[in-house]
């Protein structure tokens, strides 16, 4: 299985179900400590099958308080999970690297149940598994990003902004169209 990626380098993977095996196996570990957190999900790409992906698991927390989240930094630790600290504002972080750590394998990122985060992860995926179309340009734009940026990942994030913006709509709106 192809998993992780070198830090500094931007890579993509073709869909490997081995994901899902191991996204769901990182759920199972945290669930097993965690056990304040309201849900917890494997999300990202590699959660959507037949998705061109960074091969790094993302999996989301859900939680009522981000300060219950301290409570497992040594815990986690121990098994092999750091804590990164608020990455991104209203958000705790963790990782997973490989044994020889030269490779991010996992991000996990913990979020409030009722924030608009949590809804994202969770509508993303289910709209690009459910939905051809978007799972399609997704890859397209990813395939055109890796050409300009394989070597300088940090811009990938920047040029795929306003796509993700359209992408997080849309895939509200196909939520609410299901619960018709």
């Excluded at 091969?55 to 121990?78: R, S």
């Excluded at 990122?109 to 995926?125: G, T």
Aim: charged residues 30%.
């Amino acid at each position: 299985m192809d998993i992780g990626v070198k830090k500094g380098k931007l890579e993509f993977s073709e869909y490997d179900p081995q994901w899902a095996v191991m996204g769901q196996e990182i759920v199972d570990k945290l669930k097993k400590v965690m056990v304040k957190a309201v849900d917890i999900k494997h999300v990202g790409s590699t959660a959507i099958p037949g998705m061109l992906s960074k091969p790094i698991i993302d999996v989301a927390v859900a939680v009522n308080n981000l300060d219950d989240v301290l409570e497992y930094v040594d815990e986690l630790k121990e098994m092999g999970i750091f804590y990164a600290g608020e990455v991104v504002p209203g958000q705790r972080e963790f990782g997973i690297d490989s044994p020889d750590g030269t490779k991010r394998i996992c991000h996990i990122h913990c979020v409030l149940i009722d924030s608009k985060p949590w809804k994202v992860y969770s509508d993303i995926v289910d709209y690009c598994t459910a939905e051809e179309r978007p799972r399609e340009a997704y890859i397209l734009l990813k395939r055109a990003l890796l050409l300009l940026y394989e070597d300088r990942p940090e811009r990938y994030g920047i040029a795929k902004h306003e796509f993700m913006e359209d992408l997080k709509d849309d895939a509200a709106v196909w939520r609410a169209s299901q619960k018709k």
